[in-house]
Each structure stands twice: as structure tokens, then as C-alpha cells.
């Protein structure tokens, strides 16, 4: 395996600065290779990629921001209101609440590709340090961020897995031998249980490796080294440490038992949500997961390649995850980068920082920096790009023109119709599926979108007066057929009918260019 050559560079004139040694850090090889992979994940990032529950999201960082308090109860619908619900990604909402107040879209924008840069040198980073190569980590990480860029969008998530590989570098520095840098981890986790659930992921992280530290054994390529005793203690005791802050929260113990209530009472979103189902093949970004695994598998039957025990278990146990539930996509990216840059490491040699050109890796970075602040979408560009992702003009119209009673909405929609209507306009549903699934809403959403037998039914069980629905839906031809449903607004996205006799010289009110949708 070739490995980093670190040989002092002797200088003319005497012992080097330290202005220069860190100017040298900042402008090596490395650093380009590092910026190189930040402007592949610009690429993918700069148009502003929003998730429907981003809305939502940023709906409750912006109350907690305005009031002072923390949310208890849904106030934003008209199916579960008043029931419990509490804020419990707050720490990331609140972030991104505060983004869009400093900057609109624009600050969102610069928020996501701040997060993103982050987790792309983290992992980058990540890589190097497993496998003591940057060129092998470099190559592993830019060809396997198509399928971390997969779940690139502004959410608390987001945060949560930045957090993880935060996690995971500190526990194989301790392994490395590096020991204090292990008290970092309670404040981590203090962080970590106020922004996302994801938290639990980084206690099965270090359960894998203080039992894979357990026993030491040697069998093929596989391996594991144990721990001596004072490592295991000092292991045991950040980690009670990392439990002990989890109740440091606004709501106390709640946020700890979050994701556990989560993975054991949601069957219908697990089963309709797309991000829960199983990987789809469909798709370009999981067909390159697939040929990785592969290449992955053949490598170690060609190869003797040696593993410890505790990266193969995270491996294989994410791998599960990832192909169950595809929103997962991102943890095989971050658990697969170090396996690859260790096997592609036994032919890449490492960096000579000899032979190192400083002056042009500063020429570099500098232009890419400069290109990145360049190529910024303005505001007007990501409004159009809103636009055409989210009902922005029906929302416009239902301004001026409110229908009487309750309103139906697409899955998709209620995010941003909490975000622009509530809670004055309540809505049907949002991505808070927790909720609305309790409720038996989630339920008899999937009924009604699904165009079942109990469709209409169903409508007028809850009283809908109105429909907010995608204009090619399946319902929104349902509706248009039905006498006791109208039209009365459509656009290239989204389609709006109102309860009443459907007449065919009614007049449907036809948006304009999707320029028009200035306001969120």
C-alpha cells in the first residue's frame, strides 16, 4: 500500500515561517485535490436542490426563531391539529431558517453548498486518513459522489451526516492512537440529538468498534485488534459521557427516544414514501452503486486484501440498509470511499510533498474559488427554478381567489403551502408523515391519490371543498370528469377544482410564465 511520504522541505535563508508552513498546507496538492471534489459537488448543488419537507422544515426554524419557543403541537392542518408534535430537528431548522432571513434563496443556496462542501472534504478526509493516500482517496471519493449527491438536498439530515463522518474520523484517529481527540464526541452528540435523529447511527458506530475491540483474531483477510484496557475505558467513558448529554435538549429526554418511535410505527410511509423504499435501478446514480459493490466484491476474490472487523460489519450493515431504504445512499458512500481508496491505494502512489508545485496549486484554488462565486445563481434564477418545482403560482392565485371550506393537497405541496399559507390556510398533509400517519390521515391520503374505490368518499368524509393536485395526476383526471367537481385554475405544474357543478363554459383561470411567480 503506498503511503504519504512526509519529508521536511528545506529552505534557503533558515528555519521557514510559520506563516509559510501554513501557507504550504493550504496551497498543497492535496488541498486542489480537496477543492477539485468541492467543485463536483457545486456542480450538482448550485441550482438550489430543495426537498418538499424543506418548506416545512424551515417553517418551524423560522417560528422558534420569531417566538422564542419551542413547538408542541401541529397548528399548520386541519387533519391533526392540536395533536402533539414536537420540533425535533430543530437544530438544523433553525439554521435554515435563519439562512433564508440573511439571504432568501440565495442564502439557502449558499447554505447547501456550504454543507455539502463540508461532507465532500470530510469524506475526502475520511479516506486519506484510512487509507494514508490522498490520490487513492481522491479518485474513491469522485467517483462514489454521484451516489452520496443522491441525497444532496437542504435538509436537517444533512447535518446529521456531516456529524457522522465527524464521528467516524475521530474513532479511527483513537485507533491510530490519537486519544484525547475521543473527548470531542460528547459535544458532538449534544449537537447532534438537536438537529437529527441520525444521532442513533453514530452509537452503532462506536458499538461496532468497542465489539470489534473485544478479541483479537486473525482469520483470511479479515481481522480484528483488541483493545487495551485503558483504550477500552477511556472508549466506555466518552461514550456514557456522549448518552449522558442526549436529555440536554428543549424537550428533555423526547428527542432521544425520537428514532426508535420512527423506525417502529410508520408501515405506511415506509411503504409509499419514495425515500423509504427499496433502491431503485432505475436510476443512473444506483446502477453506479451497484457496479462499485461489484468491482468492490471482485477486487477482494483477485486480491488478498486484509480488513478489521469493524469496517466490514459497517460496511455490510449499511450496504442492508442502503438497498431496504433508499434514502440511505448517502451512509453506503461514506462507509465505501475508505474500502475503495484502500484497495486502489496498492497502485497510486502517495504524495511527495518534494515535488509539490505550491504556486500553481494556489493558482488553482484561487480560480475555482473565484468560479464558484462567478457562476452563483441569482435570486431571479433560483425562483424560476421554484417555480417550476413547487405550486408558487397557484399559491399566487389562491391569494386573490380562496376557495370556501378545506383543501386537499398533493403530498408534494404541503411543505410549501405551509411555508407560504400557514397557519392561516391550514393544510391536508405535509411531510410530517409521523402525524398524519398516527392520525390514519396518511392512510386515507394514499386511498384518495391512488384513485381507490373510497376515493371520493373519502373527500367528502373530511369535508373538501377544494383540490390542489399535479396537473397530470391520476385524480386531476378523476375530478375533471366528475359533475360535482370544476376547474378553475391550471398551469404547467400544478391544477386547482373547486366543489361544484362542472359546466363546460366555466372559466379556468390559466397562469402565465413561470417568470411571473416572483414571491414566495
Not at 419551542?70 to 425535533?88: C, E, K, L, Q
Not at 461532507?119 to 481522491?138: D, E, I, P, T
Not at 504556486?359 to 473565484?370: T, W
Not at 378523476?478 to 398551469?491: F, G, T
Amino acid at each position: 500500500m503506498a503511503t504519504e511520504t512526509m519529508i521536511p522541505i528545506q529552505e534557503k535563508g533558515g528555519e521557514r515561517s510559520a506563516f509559510l508552513r501554513m501557507l504550504r498546507k493550504v496551497f498543497s496538492f492535496p488541498v486542489l485535490l480537496g477543492t477539485v471534489l468541492v467543485g463536483e459537488s457545486y456542480v450538482t448543488v448550485r441550482s438550489l436542490r430543495l426537498d418538499p419537507d424543506t418548506w416545512w422544515h424551515m417553517k418551524y426554524g423560522e417560528a422558534i426563531l420569531g417566538t422564542g419557543h419551542w413547538p408542541t403541537v401541529d397548528n399548520w392542518s386541519f387533519t391533526v391539529h392540536g395533536m402533539p408534535r414536537i420540533a425535533y430537528e430543530w437544530g438544523g431548522e433553525v439554521a435554515t431558517a435563519f439562512a433564508y432571513r440573511m439571504g432568501g434563496l440565495c442564502g439557502l443556496d449558499i447554505l447547501l453548498i456550504t454543507l455539502t462542501s463540508i461532507f465532500v472534504v470530510l469524506m475526502y478526509y475520511y479516506a486519506s486518513l484510512c487509507c494514508r493516500n490522498s490520490k487513492a482517496a481522491f479518485v474513491a471519493t469522485a467517483v462514489t459522489l454521484p451516489v452520496a449527491a443522491m441525497c444532496f438536498t437542504l435538509r436537517p439530515q444533512l447535518f446529521g451526516y456531516i456529524l457522522l463522518l465527524v464521528t467516524l474520523i475521530l474513532l479511527e484517529r483513537f485507533r491510530q492512537g490519537r486519544q484525547r481527540h475521543l473527548w470531542v464526541l460528547p459535544p458532538i452528540f449534544l449537537l447532534w440529538v438537536n438537529t437529527h435523529g441520525s444521532f442513533t447511527l453514530g452509537f452503532m458506530v462506536i458499538g461496532l468498534y468497542w465489539l470489534s475491540g473485544l478479541t483479537e483474531f486473525s482469520c483470511g483477510g479479515l481481522h480484528a485488534i483488541k483493545w487495551e484496557p485503558r483504550q477500552r475505558i477511556h472508549l466506555e467513558l466518552v461514550t456514557l459521557l456522549s448518552v449522558a448529554v442526549l436529555p440536554i435538549t428543549p424537550y428533555g429526554t423526547r428527542l432521544a427516544t425520537v428514532p426508535m418511535e420512527v423506525a417502529t410505527s410508520l408501515p405506511v410511509n415506509f411503504a409509499d414514501v419514495m425515500e423509504w423504499q427499496p433502491l431503485n435501478f432505475s436510476f443512473w446514480e444506483a446502477k453506479l452503486l451497484l457496479i462499485l459493490a461489484a468491482g468492490f466484491i471482485l477486487a477482494n476474490i483477485t486480491f488478498r486484501l486484509r480488513y478489521r472487523l469493524e469496517e466490514l460489519a459497517l460496511f455490510f450493515l449499511i450496504a442492508y440498509l442502503t438497498f431496504v431504504h433508499s434514502r440511505f445512499a448517502i451512509l453506503y458512500a461514506i462507509v465505501f470511499v475508505p474500502l475503495a481508496a484502500s484497495v486502489l491505494s496498492r497502485w497510486m502512489p502517495g504524495y511527495d510533498p518534494r515535488v509539490d508545485k505550491y504556486a500553481l496549486n494556489a493558482v488553482l484554488i484561487l480560480a475555482a474559488v473565484a468560479a464558484f462565486v462567478w457562476y452563483m445563481p441569482s435570486q431571479a434564477t433560483l425562483q424560476e427554478h421554484i417555480t417550476s418545482e413547487y405550486p408558487v403560482q397557484a399559491v399566487r392565485y389562491l391569494r386573490d381567489h380562496t376557495p370556501p371550506g378545506r383543501m386537499f393537497n398533493e403530498y408534494a405541496f404541503g411543505g410549501y403551502l405551509v411555508w407560504t399559507r400557514a397557519p392561516e390556510h391550514k393544510v391536508f398533509i405535509d411531510g410530517r408523515g409521523d402525524v398524519y400517519e398516527g392520525a390514519g390521515v396518511f392512510a386515507d391520503y394514499m386511498d384518495v391519490i391512488d384513485i381507490k374505490p373510497d376515493a371520493l368518499a373519502v373527500l367528502q368524509s373530511y369535508q373538501i371543498n377544494s383540490c390542489l393536485i399535479l396537473q397530470d395526476s391520476p385524480l386531476a383526471t378523476l375530478l375533471a370528469a366528475s359533475r360535482n367537481w370544476r376547474q378553475v385554475y391550471r398551469d404547467k405544474l400544478s391544477v386547482i377544482f373547486v366543489r361544484g357543478q362542472n359546466e363546460a363554459a366555466t372559466t379556468t383561470h390559466t397562469a402565465g410564465t413561470a417568470a411571473e411567480g416572483k414571491a414566495l
